[in-house]
């Protein structure tokens, strides 16, 4: 299935630029523009349901579909969503106007969509990435979504060599806040990132399910390069990015092709590009003409949006633990950074909370969070009690860690809750310290040589010494807790 | 019969609707070939609701305020099922799914909406000459324009085919034609009556309001569809205007303006009846006082190019994809043009460019922004005159109704003719035109009172004395 | 402010209104594009009496209505009926607005 583009540039990125590029001669600029559809029951302007997947134009007034005379009315659950967003982005929430955006295109019922333009509800925030890199966020604004067009006759179901088009307006009207992220990203990877933990808020205060794959956040990437250091470049617009990791290839791509074009000395020109997922390159879906004049002015038909202190005052009052906040306690409780894979994972998850419980409890943080990364069932199923119980066994070191690992399996498939009791069954007997520690001491008298090496240094000869005391004890105890009472044995 | 009487007589058994309605169609039947006051005649719809009328008297309820009164609407107002079609053929066979709140609060008051009456096209226009469906006649001078672009609501008025219509005002479209065919037109308070349903034309500036033989039953009209409406975001946070009480109060003490500086152009027999409605309020007990409003006359520049500008992107969703006319072409972009080429008529193609522009990237600035500052203004010179006056008096057109065609071929001086009402709507204060008399030819001449914003009573105040005088007068006289 | 803008002396050019119609999806004969040009010419010149006005510093007034914070409830409403609103369609094909190709026009 191939699609002729109009006008195609595709650069081909070679060896060389990606070299260049590696050496950090050139640096991207990026910008991320994320259009989420707010989670309400009904529509920005009007009453129709907001809802996925009902059969086509039954969710449909005369607001949404553009009809003569009909005037639009705010959804004030949409602004307290876009007042929720902008507060957990650190923006200044402010007084905001609507404005009219007028442009033709047939899933456009007014051929204007009603947006914000001059006064957005929110400015000046940022979003911090788990590393802890900032990145601004400049504006959020509300505004309506289109319709949605499906295409008859061409290959694919593209535009492109179709016969005709088919309007479906159940989606126009949705309440998007657009939120604009300043030029601060200068890696795939930290775009990557940014996606993933503003979805980690959006769905965090409820303000949407962001879910990219059903076009409820959709990310358009601005993208130039330039010399680190030098003043920005052309940037062009990425579009039709639907997947994180797309992303992530998308604005790879672009800036080895605007790299190329720098090196060999011809313009960048400023355009939307459009990011096909299937040939892995960027692609001008036509030539540029007059970029449309949007003509921008109040919108008439509405008034001042203006929340004031008491509305903003109690939204944020009102707010839940945003992930990095949930991520930092963790770290806190664990001892591990806050960026750690597992703390990132079991964060996204929402798994954070039973693993603090089992915290409380009196568990070890870093073993359970260790177990529920790597048995999600944990969560569902087995009480934080018993997680709690079954860390503090592992940590003290009665039971081996592979050990542990086996009482978490057999806690989720058999339904049995007690570690301790399991422990037993399967005959991990509780190794006593003391009897540990008589173990370890005939190791260093059986193994004198062994003993005056791993003093003097030597921490291979430890490993004759641990071995002896694995033998000793049928295998059953603890490498760790060996390790441990070995080192503090030491002059 | 007046509004009132019709609907007491009604209410009180006296007559029944269906007479009423019956009447009123036999003399639409009669005259309006001649006039065209008429896109659509509700012939079948009126009986039926004039029966359910007579059916709730006939059970001892009460239908409301308007029992059985015949009402004009004017084709920009949605009606339910009912073609409505702005006098433009990109409308010609479209029927909304739904009622303009107007439409369901005459209803509701128990009048009985008799015929859709023709306009300039998509209410752009001062004459009802830029109809795509013929010029309505005045009916008091065949020859001549009932002006617009209200004037088949104006006309229907005159002519006696209903006692009440509703018409729309931007720059003047409701008080210019009641001024020309001798009949009362009020815009009253921006925001007073519920846009929803009228079918836009300049957003900011728009508003409905009645054609009526006398103040009174203007009053009744615009209280029964004024107060807030929660579906128009810029309707009054109030109920209905309250203005039958004002209607008695004369105005002793109040006092009336006089803009000296007011723009030239009004022709002398206007001139001379503006003359005597301020004798005749003195004599009435009022006092009248000099006043300036020295940006009135950038009013016309103002209104060109923010009505034009908002009408622009108000008349672009008329693109074929979802209702009213297609020009067929292969593909979307192309079907736009050829539909709305074919579709629009002159005057509304010249505003739409003439709006284009004025928003247009590196324009926005010179044209409609500094048109909004000059709006500013404008209001501003108004509010200072109201710590004066608490009405001021203008003509409501420079001139009595003109010869069919004599202003057709220069648009510029068609637009001459909204001069003195224009300001009004760009400070969203009310205006009224009252019958004053005649002038040239004989032909009405119309009084302008206007009023700070919310004191339409006031407005009404002075009107119905100014009505008392004529009334006197032509008792005088005969 | 006011010395940097285009005047409104200035009369509109025929590649402006031509630009102004397509923007506006309007198509012109050579004929009506030298009459446009001319009436909104002449317009645009009697329009320059702003011009003279002293604006800095004065705020533009873009609605008359001095309200605020109009909002309605999160509560679903009455819908059309889809067969009413198809109906009334220049053309409709599955349950949906059928149109020509969408080409030359970016969304």
Request: charged share 25%; hydrophobic share 40%; with cysteine.
């Amino acid at each position: 299935m191939s699609i002729t583009y109009v006008n195609d540039d595709a650069y081909h990125p070679s060896n060389d630029a990606h070299e260049r590029w590696s050496q950090g001669e050139w640096e991207m600029v990026v910008g991320l523009e994320v259009h989420v559809e707010l989670a309400t029951q009904t529509k920005l302007f009007s009453a129709s349901p907001n809802r996925f997947g009902d059969e086509p134009n039954t969710n449909i007034d005369p607001v949404t579909l553009g009809l003569p005379g009909a005037l639009p009315v705010l959804n004030r659950q949409a602004v307290e969503l876009a007042i929720r967003l902008g507060l957990a982005l650190n923006c200044t929430v402010q007084k905001s106007t609507f404005a009219r955006k007028n442009y033709f295109y047939p899933d456009m019922p007014k051929a204007y969509q009603i947006s914000q333009y001059d006064e957005p509800i929110n400015i000046d925030g940022w979003l911090d990435l788990p590393d802890g890199f900032r990145v601004g966020i400049e504006r959020g604004h509300l505004e309506e979504d289109t319709g949605k067009s499906s295409h008859v006759g061409g290959t694919g179901g593209r535009i492109h060599g179709s016969d005709y088009s088919l309007i479906d307006f159940n989606r126009a009207g949705v309440p998007l806040v657009e939120i604009v992220s300043r030029p601060d990203i200068r890696h795939p990877e930290q775009a990557k990132a940014y996606v993933t933990e503003l979805r980690g808020i959006l769905v965090a205060v409820g303000a949407s399910d962001a879910k990219m794959e059903e076009g409820s956040m959709r990310v358009d990437a601005n993208v130039s390069v330039r010399k680190p250091g030098e003043d920005f470049n052309t940037r062009c617009e990425i579009k039709n990015v639907n997947s994180v990791r797309s992303l992530g290839r998308a604005i790879e791509y672009e800036a080895q092709r605007q790299i190329a074009l720098h090196e060999a000395g011809e313009p960048v020109v400023q355009q939307t590009r459009h990011w096909d997922e299937n040939d892995g390159r960027t692609h001008t879906l036509r030539s540029k003409e007059d970029a449309d004049d949007y003509r921008y002015f109040l919108e008439p038909d509405l008034v001042v949006v203006d929340p004031g202190n008491d509305w903003i005052d109690r939204v944020r009052a009102a707010l839940p633990v945003l992930p990095a906040e949930r991520r930092a306690i963790l770290a806190d409780a664990s001892g591990q950074a806050a960026n750690a894979e597992a703390i990132m994972v079991v964060v996204e998850r929402g798994q954070d909370e039973y693993v603090m419980e089992a915290a409380k409890l009196g568990g070890d943080a870093g073993v359970a969070l260790k177990h529920v990364k790597e048995a999600p069932e944990l969560a569902g199923q087995v009480p934080a009690a018993s997680l709690a119980t079954l860390s503090t066994m592992e940590s003290s070191g009665a039971i081996t860690a592979s050990q542990a690992k086996t009482i978490v399996a057999a806690m989720i498939d058999s339904g049995t809750t007690d570690p301790e009791a399991i422990a037993a069954d399967l005959g991990f007997e509780a190794m006593d310290t003391s009897e540990l520690e008589s173990m370890v001491d005939q190791a260093i008298a059986d193994q004198p040589d062994a003993w005056e090496k791993f003093c003097a240094g030597e921490g291979k000869a430890m490993g004759a010494l641990v071995g002896a005391v694995m033998k000793a004890s049928k295998g059953q105890a603890d490498g760790k807790a060996v390790t441990a009472l070995l080192n503090a044995k030491k002059p | 019969m007046s509004a009132f009487d019709i609907a007491s007589k009604v209410r009180n058994g006296e007559t029944t609707a269906a007479d009423v309605v019956d009447a009123h169609l036999a003399r639409i039947a009669e005259r309006d070939d001649e006039i065209n006051a008429f896109n659509l005649v509700l012939n079948d719809a009126a009986r039926v609701r004039a029966a359910e009328i007579d059916e709730i008297i006939a059970a001892g309820d009460d239908p409301g305020p308007l029992a059985g009164v015949p009402v004009a609407l004017k084709d920009n107002l949605c009606t339910r099922g009912i073609p409505t079609t702005c006098s433009s053929k990109i409308l010609a066979d479209w029927a909304p799914p739904y009622d303009a709140t107007v439409v369901t609060r005459l209803s509701d008051a128990g009048a009985i909406a008799i015929g859709k009456t023709n306009l300039d096209e998509f209410a752009m226009g001062s004459s009802t000459e830029n109809s795509a469906f013929g010029t309505t006649r005045n009916p008091l001078d065949t020859t001549r324009v009932p002006g617009g672009s209200s004037g088949g609501s104006a006309a229907a008025v005159a002519a006696g085919f209903a006692p009440l219509s509703l018409g729309s005002d931007t720059g003047g479209s409701i008080r210019q034609p009641a001024a020309l065919c001798g009949v009362v037109g009020v815009k009253p308070t921006y925001g007073a009556v519920s846009r929803l349903g009228l079918i836009a034309f300049g957003s900011s500036l728009d508003q409905i309001g009645p054609f009526a033989h006398d103040v009174s039953d203007a009053a009744l009209a615009l209280e029964a569809i004024s107060g807030h409406d929660p579906s128009d975001s810029t309707s009054i946070q109030q109920g209905p205007l309250d203005l039958t009480a004002a209607l008695d109060r004369g105005v002793d003490g109040l006092r009336i303006g006089r803009i000296t500086d007011l723009p030239t152009g009004a022709s002398p027999d206007v001139e001379e009846r503006l003359e005597v409605a301020f004798d005749a309020l003195r004599s009435a007990g009022a006092e009248i006082v000099d006043v300036v409003v020295p940006a009135f006359g950038y009013g016309l520049t103002a209104y060109y190019l923010i009505a034009p500008a908002e009408a622009s992107s108000n008349l672009a969703r008329f693109d074929g994809v979802r209702f009213g006319m297609r020009t067929t072409a292969p593909d979307t972009n192309s079907m736009y043009t050829a539909t709305r080429t074919d579709g629009f008529g002159d005057e509304v193609k010249r505003r739409i460019m003439l709006g284009t522009y004025a928003l247009s990237a590196g324009y926005y600035d010179a044209y409609y922004g500094r048109a909004q500052k000059v709006r500013r203004l404008i209001s501003n010179d108004f509010k200072a005159a109201y710590a004066q006056v608490d009405v001021l008096l203008t003509p409501a057109s420079p001139s009595v109704a003109f010869e069919v065609g004599a202003k057709a071929s220069d648009p510029l001086s068609m637009y001459l003719c909204d001069t003195y009402t224009i300001p009004s709507n760009l400070t969203g204060d009310p205006g009224m035109s009252v019958p004053f008399g005649t002038g040239e030819h004989g032909l009405p001449v119309g009084v302008q009172i206007l009023a700070p914003a919310l004191k339409d009573d006031v407005m009404f105040q002075a009107g119905a004395t100014l009505e008392r005088h004529m009334q006197s007068e032509r008792g005088v006289a005969s | 402010m006011s010395d940097d803008l285009p005047r409104t002396t200035q009369r509109i050019n025929e590649a402006d209104v031509r630009k102004v119609a397509t923007l506006a999806r309007l198509a012109l004969t050579d004929d009506e594009l030298a009459t446009a040009t001319a009436e909104l010419g002449a317009m645009l010149e009697h329009f320059a009496d702003i011009d003279a006005l002293e604006l800095d510093g004065v705020e533009p007034m873009m609605q008359p209505t001095p309200l605020s914070n109009v909002m309605r409830d999160d509560i679903v409403g009455e819908t059309l009926d889809r067969d009413e609103v198809l109906g009334q369609a220049p053309l409709a094909e599955d349950d949906r607005f059928r149109v020509p190709p969408i080409i030359g026009i970016e969304q």
